[in-house]
């Protein structure tokens, strides 16, 4: 069984930076794709970022030039380094492959 656990969430000022972490257990790591989505109040769960398992990398439009996804397949681990933080970015962020989610970590961004 597949289990995704993230870290790494927290409340962070506007223009801030954080990093979250999501480390996968129960699978062949480096041979899946993995992903981000976050879920805003009252909003669907939208994409943000994927990672292939060669390491190509997509984005959603409202994310990119400031978020940066990458893996560490030694470590089973996939990140999102946010930067220059917006109150927008404010959702629970889930860790994605190919069938499974984590349990979601929250991001909340003050003035």
């Known amino acids: 069984q597949v289990q995704l656990v993230e870290s790494g969430g927290g409340l962070v000022q506007a223009g801030g930076s954080l990093r979250l972490s999501c480390t996968a257990s129960g699978s062949t790591f480096s041979d899946n794709p993995m992903g981000w989505y976050r879920q805003r109040p009252g909003k669907q769960r939208d994409f943000v970022a994927r990672?292939?398992?060669?390491?190509?990398?997509n984005y959603a439009n409202s994310v990119k030039g400031r978020f940066t996804i990458s893996r560490d397949n030694a470590k089973n681990t996939v990140y999102l380094q946010m930067n220059a933080l917006k109150l927008d970015d404010t959702a629970v962020y889930y860790c994605w492959s190919t069938g499974y989610w984590g349990q979601g970590t929250q991001v909340t961004v003050s003035s």
């Open positions: 990672i292939s398992s060669g390491g190509s990398t």
